[in-house]
């Protein structure tokens, strides 16, 4: 299995500014992803994250508002950028650890932001 | 693209077995997942189904894939008050891993 580490775990943000979350896996990984849960809802996948290639990302997301940086096999960091009261929510780093039985994707403890 | 669907709440008693149902539009997801949330919390895996399989079991999980009729069920054996949370089906995306989620179970276990 894989054990990621999210940073911060709960922030309280004043609207306009940016926050960065890191995302550090203890052990190699190709794929990550962020998501993003939204109070009371299901997850909604921002980007994917390769190694050494720019972040993909998903419909209605775009790198201005969530600049992704993966500079190694291990980490990556999310910001989220002119923040506003709807970019209150969890935001979680996930990872596609291929451990030999099969695709096993695990997820951080997430990010949980709120904007005032 | 996937759609993923779960009935919204669950209420069993203690010690009773709990069904959580999810049903998803891509016949090409090739694993299927099952997380749990529990308040405050992110997300822990529970087991995982890839898509040639009908069932899998593990300790008190066990997990139904209907590949015809696009469902999927978790079923929770002897069900305990710390089974109390949201639970997650997701389908991966082909050589992505991308995954769409259901929109959550909120499973209640009372005394």
């Known amino acids: 299995s894989a054990v990621i580490s999210q940073k911060p775990s709960r922030d309280i943000c004043q609207r306009g500014t940016s926050l960065t979350i890191q995302c550090q896996v203890d052990s190699q990984v190709t794929m990550m992803f962020w998501y993003r849960q939204q109070p009371g809802q299901s997850l909604t996948l921002i980007a994917t994250?390769?190694?050494?290639?720019?972040?993909?990302?998903e419909s209605g997301f775009v790198i201005d508002k969530f600049p992704i940086s993966r500079p190694n096999l291990t980490f990556s960091t999310l910001t989220v950028s002119n923040m506003s009261p709807e970019d209150s929510s969890i935001y979680l780093c996930?990872?596609?650890?291929?451990?030999?039985?099969?695709?096993?994707?695990?997820f951080g403890e997430g990010s949980w932001l709120t904007v005032v | 693209g996937e759609d993923v669907e779960q009935s919204l709440f669950l209420s069993v008693r203690e010690g009773d077995s709990s069904v959580i149902n999810c049903t998803y539009t891509?016949?090409?997801?090739?694993?299927l997942y099952w997380y749990k949330q529990e308040p405050g919390a992110g997300l822990q895996l529970l087991t995982y189904i890839f898509s040639n399989m009908d069932m899998k079991q593990d300790q008190r999980l066990t997990v139904l894939l209907n590949k015809k009729d696009k469902h999927l069920s978790l079923r929770i054996a002897d069900t305990q008050t710390g089974d109390s949370a949201i639970y997650f089906c997701a389908g991966a995306d082909p050589g992505f891993q991308k995954l769409v989620f259901g929109t959550g179970t909120r499973l209640l276990v009372s005394p």
């Open positions: 994250a390769n190694q050494g290639s720019e972040a993909t990302y």
């Open positions: 996930s990872v596609d650890s291929r451990d030999g039985t099969g695709n096993t994707i695990y």
């Open positions: 891509d016949s090409s997801s090739t694993y």
